[in-house]
C-alpha cells in the first residue's frame, strides 16, 4: 500500500540531498584548481609528483560500499578545505560530507576520460548518494579492481563496471543495472524503488592539449665564429605550488628542429585543468631544472600552445 504523505516527506529529502550533492560537486570541482595537490581531489595515480623532497599520494576514491575512514579519501580532503585540521575519522566536516541523513556513505567513483573534441578530453567522476537505511539489505557490486588508470585488461573490467553506474538513469528507469539485485526495482510505503532513491551527480574535469613548438635555432657570433646549440624546451606538469622542479616529473623535452626541418613538429599532450605547467628553455645538456631558464609557469584552464624562438 502506498501512503501518499510518507512520499511527500520522502521526496522532500531527496530534493534536499540532490541540493547538498550539487553542492559538495562544486567543492570538488574547486579543488581541481588546489595548486599544492595535497588535497586536490583531481590527484590522480600517475598524475601527481614523487621522488625529492615532496610526498604526495594520490586520492582515495571509493569502490565498494561503507569503506573504512581513509584520511587521503576525497571526503578527508575536502573536510581540510572547509578548515578542519587533520581529520582522523569520521567526524566533524568529515562526517558531514561522507554520510547523509540515512546514515549511508556518500560515494564518489572517478572513471576513464572521454573525447569531447580535437583539444579536449573529459575526465568523468561520479558522486552518488543511496537515500535509504543501511539495515535495508541492498548492496551494490563492488568494482572488480581499482585500476581506473589503467588501459590493461584491469582497467578495462574496471572502465565497463563505471560505464554501467555512471549512464544509468536512476530516476527514470527505476531499477538498477543490468545484473544487479531485482530488489532494487521493489518499492515501498512511498510508491518509489530503491533505484529511484539513489542520486547520482556527474563531474567533469578537462583535459586540454597543450602544443609545443620549438623554433629555436642554433646562433653563430659573427665575431668569435663559434656556433652555439639550439635550445631545447623542458616542459613540466603537476608542479606542486612553486616548489621545487627536481620534485616534479618531466613532461616531455622539445628538441629544436634544424634550419632545413623549420618549424620543428609540434608535440601535444592533454593535461588536467588547473595543473600548474613550468616551461623552461636550455642547450640539450643541462638536463637539471636548476641549470634552466624559465620562461613560462601558468595554471592550465584551456587548450594552450607556445612557440619559443
Same mark, same amino acid.
Given at each position: ?62 569502490? *565498494? ?40 556513505? $556518500? ?60 549512464? %544509468? ?10 545484473? /544487479? ?33 620549438? %623554433? ?13 646549440? *639550439?635550445?631545447?624546451? /623542458? ?15 618531466? /613532461? ?16 601535444? $599532450? ?40
Amino acid at each position: 500500500m502506498v501512503y501518499p504523505a510518507f512520499g511527500l516527506i520522502e521526496r522532500s529529502r531527496l530534493r534536499a540531498e540532490q541540493e547538498t550533492l550539487l553542492m559538495i560537486a562544486e567543492e570538488i570541482k574547486n579543488s581541481f584548481r588546489t595548486d599544492g595537490l595535497v588535497n586536490n581531489i583531481s590527484a590522480l595515480a600517475e598524475e601527481i609528483p614523487s621522488g625529492g623532497g615532496i610526498t604526495l599520494v594520490p586520492t582515495v576514491f571509493d569502490y *565498494a560500499w561503507n569503506e573504512s575512514f581513509d584520511s587521503e579519501a576525497w571526503y578527508a580532503r575536502l573536510a581540510r578545505l572547509r578548515g578542519q585540521a587533520s581529520p582522523t575519522g569520521f567526524e566533524g566536516q568529515a562526517y558531514d560530507i561522507a554520510y547523509n541523513a540515512y546514515k549511508n556513505r $556518500r560515494l564518489l567513483f572517478v572513471g576513464p576520460s572521454y573525447p569531447a573534441d580535437e583539444n579536449i578530453e573529459m575526465q568523468t567522476y561520479f558522486l552518488v548518494s543511496f537515500m535509504f537505511r543501511p539495515d535495508e539489505g541492498l548492496t551494490f557490486s563492488s568494482a572488480p579492481n581499482k585500476k581506473y588508470y589503467e588501459t590493461s585488461t584491469d582497467g578495462a573490467a574496471y572502465a565497463a563496471w563505471y560505464g554501467q553506474f555512471y549512464t %544509468h538513469d536512476w530516476s527514470v528507469t527505476g531499477s538498477a543495472p543490468s545484473g /544487479w539485485d531485482s530488489d532494487w526495482g521493489n518499492t515501498g510505503i512511498t510508491g518509489l524503488s530503491f533505484a529511484q532513491k539513489v542520486l547520482v551527480v556527474k563531474i567533469v574535469q578537462p583535459r586540454y592539449r597543450m602544443t609545443v613548438n620549438n %623554433h629555436s635555432q642554433p646562433y653563430t657570433d659573427p665575431v668569435t665564429g663559434l656556433t652555439t646549440v *639550439a635550445d631545447s624546451i /623542458w616542459v613540466y606538469t603537476n608542479v606542486v605550488g612553486e616548489g621545487a622542479l627536481v620534485d616534479s616529473p618531466l /613532461w616531455l623535452k622539445v628538441d629544436s628542429g634544424v634550419s632545413t626541418s623549420f618549424p620543428a613538429s609540434a608535440v601535444d $599532450r592533454r593535461i588536467l585543468e588547473g595543473r600548474r605547467v613550468v616551461v623552461k628553455r636550455a642547450i640539450p645538456t643541462k638536463t637539471s631544472p636548476g641549470d634552466q631558464k624559465q620562461i613560462y609557469s601558468f595554471l592550465l584552464n584551456e587548450p594552450t600552445a607556445i612557440t619559443t624562438q
